[in-house]
């Protein structure tokens, strides 16, 4: 197939286009390549896909309505995975505006671009940040979200809703995924395993946040991309019994679906630390903080109904993930 990845140079995004690229589809990969973090990180993850055959790439920004018209145009795309957006709970409450110029406008633009040019499956990335203030445990796609904590986490429960009315519309199939705190190998400055291991080797505390009783669904980069393959693969459909009457919020009568994506199996902060720790063989100075403005205390990705519909069943243990990136940390830095 011919695949547009937006966000291509970024974490997610790269894994993606590899992954895509190794199977023998066609990559075209759209980033702008912002500041909003360390931009070497993001042309060194660029740089390892320039060489591969079948992959080209266009610096262009979402929120560019002509230029993303006329690359949707030009190049015919059969499916697209937008993963371009801006990222970040705690920037969030600094600059909102980035992110309504990029993950409303710029969305917009890429529902305007699948419409008109015949795209056969849009998948996009959703955030388990929509669930907000909820507190019921495992977090369903089913519940209502409506009561989000930070304009990140509205933003990308406004593209579930702004996808729904395309499906509705026009018939484009599209379907969200609700990633749950993703990390590896060429990960975000911004996340805290970076952060983290960042700090611990330069002798510096680490910030921890609600005094570390935190939980986190914590995901594997590689178990995410390929859940993401294997949903677009599959197109969503509508949903043959539902039920206006008693509506269902992850599917609908028109071809719509959302799905949590994580490892359904949340790891309480302290243990994620303290698995940094034995695998940097270094102790970490604590500072321990209240919660953060905007942030949840804990995420648990109810994902049997995305495995039932694509049979996704994530295995990499934190032990195991931790350890890849800390080795992929240690050889990019030259630790």
């Not at 917009?108 to 445990?137: D, F, K, P, Q």
């Not at 270094?282 to 919660?291: G, H, S």
Request: charged share 25%; with cysteine.
């Amino acid at each position: 197939m011919k695949v547009l990845v937006t966000g291509a140079a970024g974490f997610i995004g790269s894994h993606l286009a590899h992954y895509l690229l190794d199977r023998g589809d066609e990559v075209v990969g759209l980033d702008n390549l912002n500041d909003y973090y360390d931009v070497s990180l993001k042309e060194a993850r660029l740089a390892r896909l320039m060489p591969r055959q079948g992959f080209s790439f266009a610096r262009l920004d979402l929120a560019d309505r002509e230029g993303v018209a006329e690359l949707f145009r030009a190049e015919g795309f059969q499916r697209v995975v937008n993963l371009a957006a801006q990222a970040g709970v705690r920037y969030s409450l600094e600059n909102p505006h980035s992110y309504v110029d990029s993950n409303v406008t710029g969305f917009l633009n890429i529902l305007e671009g699948c419409r008109h040019e015949g795209v056969e499956h849009l998948v996009y990335a959703s955030t388990s940040s929509v669930y907000g203030a909820h507190t019921a445990m495992p977090f369903s796609v089913h519940e209502h979200v409506d009561h989000p904590l930070a304009i990140y986490a509205a933003t990308k429960k406004a593209n579930e809703l702004m996808a729904h009315s395309y499906s509705h519309l026009y018939g484009l199939p599209t379907t969200g995924l609700r990633f749950f705190t993703v990390y590896g190998p060429w990960g975000r400055p911004d996340m805290a395993l970076f952060l983290f291991t960042r700090k611990i080797l330069a002798g510096e505390p680490i910030e921890v946040f609600n005094y570390g009783n935190h939980r986190r669904d914590f995901t594997f980069v590689e178990d995410i991309v390929e859940g993401v393959v294997r949903v677009l693969d599959r197109p969503a459909e509508p949903n043959p019994d539902w039920d206006p009457a008693l509506p269902d919020c992850a599917s609908s009568n028109a071809p719509y679906r959302v799905y949590n994506i994580g490892n359904s199996q949340p790891v309480e902060l302290m243990r994620y630390i303290e698995v940094l720790e034995e695998c940097l063989g270094r102790k970490a100075e604590k500072k321990l903080l209240p919660l953060q403005a905007g942030d949840v205390p804990d995420t648990y990705a109810d994902t049997s109904d995305l495995e039932r519909d694509v049979g996704y069943r994530p295995d990499t243990p934190v032990e195991e993930g931790v350890r890849r990136f800390v080795a992929w940390y240690r050889e990019y830095y030259g630790v």
